[in-house]
């Protein structure tokens, strides 16, 4: 069965860090384009972040210079994390990780990311 199963979640401060992963197995994610989703209370998803398979990043606007995409590919396992810092009340969402290669897509169940004083 096809996985991508996200971590690191939590509560924090405004401005303190969080550092997001997720584990994608069962099949070569190596060759997908890896992304990170928010949803906030009702809220449509948005994207935060994308990486292609060549790690060439882009980033949703309102995290732009505070969050961090990154991936790891192994032989078996596909690595994709999403560091965040500065965080601010307005980040507070699940956040869900998102494999696309062409029509094909997979999604995560989702990690809660809580940012308040």
């Known amino acids: 069965q096809v996985q991508l199963v996200e971590s690191g979640g939590g509560s924090v401060q405004p401005g303190g860090s969080l550092r997001l992963s997720c584990a994608g197995s069962?099949?070569?994610?190596?060759?997908?384009?890896m992304g990170w989703y928010r949803q906030a209370p009702g809220k449509q998803r948005e994207l935060v972040a994308t990486i292609s398979s060549e790690e060439y990043a882009q980033y949703g606007d309102s995290v732009k210079g505070r969050f961090t995409i990154s991936r790891d590919n192994t032989q078996n396992m596909t690595m994709v994390y999403l560091q965040m810092n500065s965080l601010q009340v307005e980040d507070t969402a699940v956040y869900f990780c998102?494999?696309?290669?062409?029509?094909?897509?997979?999604w995560g169940q989702g990690t809660q990311v809580t940012v308040s004083s």
């Open positions: 998102h494999a696309r290669y062409w029509s094909l897509e997979y």
């Open positions: 069962k099949i070569k994610f190596s060759i997908y384009m």
